[in-house]
């Protein structure tokens, strides 16, 4: 499929968008405000979009840190998604070798696959949270991210951690696929590509 279309400009070059390797769903939260505090884009048409499943085990392609062209394994993985009117869709992902952003369909087809021929333990399930939602709740202590001696497994970020007067950590409730659990709502891929994954025009 062709990637070359006409996208909308609502972010800058990933190069000069905050990132820290690893810590995918700081980088999301991070274009999330991004957009609320300099976009003319209003902040409803995007979400968060958190990738797992019961196993923490799910597959993407053409990620940046891949092998050639086998998938990665991931236990969860977090992209942007923008729901543009007259546009189509958008998934907005530091971590790809594919466009930023990619029309939603393209990414799919691309990065996400299909579940019909993987192992039942690898099948996705994509929770979609409304940035609104995500930047007045999500919140991080890094501590996922340290070994049993407190020691840091990968950098964190040079910024403070991300946290709310209610919260210090909450991000299993994100990385969680039960729909009774968090905040948005839970999608098998199927169902995510029917609402969607519509290709671009």
Known sequence: MDLAVSVPSVLPDP?????????CEE????????????????LDQFSAVFIS??????PLWKQKSAKGNEPVIWDYHVVLLHESTGE?????DLDTVLPFPSPCGSYIQEALRSDSNIRCDYRRKLRVVSAWEYLQNFASDRSHMKDSRSNWTKPP??????????????LHDFISMNPNVGWGTVYTLEDFTKQFGQVNS
């Open 88 to 92: 189509g869709n958008f998934i907005y």
């Open 27 to 42: 980088n999301v939260w991070k274009l999330c405000e991004y957009i609320k505090d300099h976009s003319a884009r209003p």
């Open 157 to 170: 970020p040079p910024y403070p951690c991300l946290q709310t007067a209610e919260s210090s950590m909450n």
């Open 15 to 23: 190069r000069h968008c905050p990132y820290t390797s690893c810590y």
């Open 53 to 58: 499943n019961e196993n923490k085990m799910v």
